[in-house]
Nanobody
Framework: QVQLVESGGGLVQAGGSLMLSCAAS????????MGWYRQAPGKQRELVAH???????QYGDSVKGRFTISRDNAKNTVYLQMTSLKPEDTAVYYC?????????WGQGTQVTVSS
């Protein structure tokens, strides 16, 4: 059974930092492209950051220069380091794993940034 378990969300003041983690099980983690997405109330889910199985990262325009995605294949975990957080970063953050035709999602972790 595939599981993606996010952790690290919470309440933080604007300008602060948070580190999200997503621990994967039931997949061959090293083969999967991993991503972080977010969904704010009333908005569509959007890409935050993505990292390929080979380690190439890309970011959504709104987070470039502030967020960093990384992965540890030995720990089957992908991370999202978030800095200089803004109130508009408030959302539920979801982890995504993708390989071939298979796509899996975590249940999400809430990030709230107060002004």
């Amino acid at each position: 059974q595939v599981q993606l378990v996010e952790s690290g969300g919470g309440l933080v003041q604007a300008g602060g930092s948070l580190m999200l983690s997503c621990a994967a099980s039931g997949i061959i983690f090293s083969r999967n492209n991993m991503g972080w997405y977010r969904q704010a109330p009333g908005k569509q889910r959007e890409l935050v950051a993505h990292i390929t199985s080979g380690g190439t990262a890309q970011y959504g325009d709104s987070v470039k220069g502030r967020f960093t995605i990384s992965r540890d294949n030995a720990k089957n975990t992908v991370y999202l380091q978030m800095t200089s957080l803004k109130p508009e970063d408030t959302a539920v953050y979801y982890c995504r794993a993708a390989w071939a035709a298979y796509v899996y999602w975590g249940q999400g972790t809430q990030v709230t940034v107060s002004s």
